[in-house]
């Protein structure tokens, strides 16, 4: 666990969290070069056995880990995790608030014994009248005004991934390295941080609340939305594909029109300012989706490659797995699940050095490490003495 040249080698991370928020954090931990021990019960993480949409939970926000198996109802195994948070720097938890007192894991009693632990709870809500609430991603996507946001009003629509839970585990990750910095710099105490999943959403959404704020205008949602460019569509081409287009600059309108035979509406003086183009959107994009139905998506995305335009193949997850630039080496890294199958997931969306992140993580069995644990930490409590002379 030593060598990695990564910038978090060294820091020690006992995690106890399962689904997807608390995970995340430790992952991403472990790719920075964290050392990420996740403890789990006997029966294992729950999400070790999902199915469907959740049937990649748990290989890939628990990749780059080993596997700790205690049972906190057991006198030693409690001692065996004490023992652990006084080796390690970082504790993740994200059980419902009260679970981990009556395992000895309360707040305080962490504070006592381990003052230096920095332990980061991922629930879900921060401190006030919804502290008690339990939380899903769909719950504070709704919540929020996301899904309103996302859908309309009428008919809310989630978002298509975790994506609160992982932006949580993003959050833990802050608000952890801006603890470590703190300790570096002479900081001998630990700290308390709390992740909340609705307030990440509410994050999120903070663009249409200070609309609303600043202009007393309920903001629109997505699909019902005011367009702020002239271009900023999808439209169907010759092979039945469909493709975005979002010509968003003076430059770009120009060589679009240009390029795309539209002299018509470069020339057109009642089309001079960006205002007068969204003001005409209504003859304009008819006739634009009437030209781009003649080009196929191949020829149509280099043309607008070339002409520095924004675009984009309407994808499904599965294509990115034959998109050239994914398929650029390191793009993606190739990863080992718990029983030894190998699978290919998205660097960490960071280079580090020139490098990419994540390459050979492997998912531990569980309870993989438990032997080697106890013995590293038996070692830590009873340390070897040389035989007197």
């Known amino acids: ?86 080796s390690a720097d970082v504790f993740l938890e994200n059980f419902r608030d009260g679970l981990l007192e009556k395992q000895g894991l309360g707040a305080e009693e962490l504070r006592k014994k381990h003052p230096h632990l920095i332990v980061t709870g991922h629930k879900g809500f921060l401190s006030g009248p919804y502290e008690h609430r339990p939380a899903l991603d769909e719950v504070v996507q709704m919540m929020s005004g996301l899904a309103a946001m996302t859908g309309t009003r009428d008919k809310p629509q989630r978002v298509g991934s975790s994506a609160n839970d992982i932006m949580g585990g993003m959050f833990g990750v802050i608000a952890i390295l801006a603890a470590l910095y703190q300790k570096r710099g002479g900081h001998t105490a630990g700290a308390d941080i709390r992740i909340g999943l609705f307030e990440n959403c509410l994050f999120l959404v903070a663009q249409h609340m200070v609309e609303y704020e600043m202009t007393g205008r ?14 900023y569509d999808i439209f169907d081409t010759a092979g039945d594909e469909r493709i975005f287009i979002g010509v968003v600059t003076e430059g770009h309108w120009q060589s679009f029109c240009r390029e795309f035979d ?96 994540g390459e050979g993580l492997k998912v531990a069995p569980l309870g993989a490490d438990t032997e080697d644990v106890r013995a590293e930490l038996e070692r830590q409590h009873y340390p070897s003495t040389p035989d007197a002379a």
């Open 218 to 231: 309920k903001p629109r949602s997505m699909p019902e939305r005011e367009h702020a460019w002239p271009i």
């Open 262 to 357: 539209l002299r018509e509406f470069a020339e057109d003086p009642t089309l001079r300012s960006t205002t007068d183009r969204i003001m005409a959107r209504d003859r304009i994009i008819p006739r634009v989706a009437e030209v781009i139905r003649t080009w196929n998506v191949a020829d149509l995305s280099a043309k607008l490659d070339a002409l520095n335009i924004c675009f984009s193949p309407i994808n499904r997850p599965e294509d990115l797995l034959n998109d050239p630039h994914v398929l650029r080496p390191g793009g993606l890294v190739n990863n080992v699940t718990a029983d030894g199958k190998p699978f290919r997931v998205p660097a960490l969306p960071v280079e580090w050095n020139g490098s990419n992140i």
């Open 1 to 86: 666990m030593t060598g990695s040249g990564l910038p978090l080698e060294g820091v020690r991370v006992v995690e106890m969290t399962h689904m997807v928020m608390g995970p995340t954090c430790g992952m991403i931990l472990a790719q920075l070069g964290a050392e990420v021990m996740k403890v789990e019960p006997p029966a294992g993480d729950k999400t070790r056995a999902l199915g469907g949409m959740g049937t990649s939970f748990f290989p890939l926000f628990n990749r780059g880990k080993r596997s700790i198996v205690l049972d906190l109802a057991r006198p030693e195994d409690r001692e065996t995790m004490h023992r652990l948070l006084e």
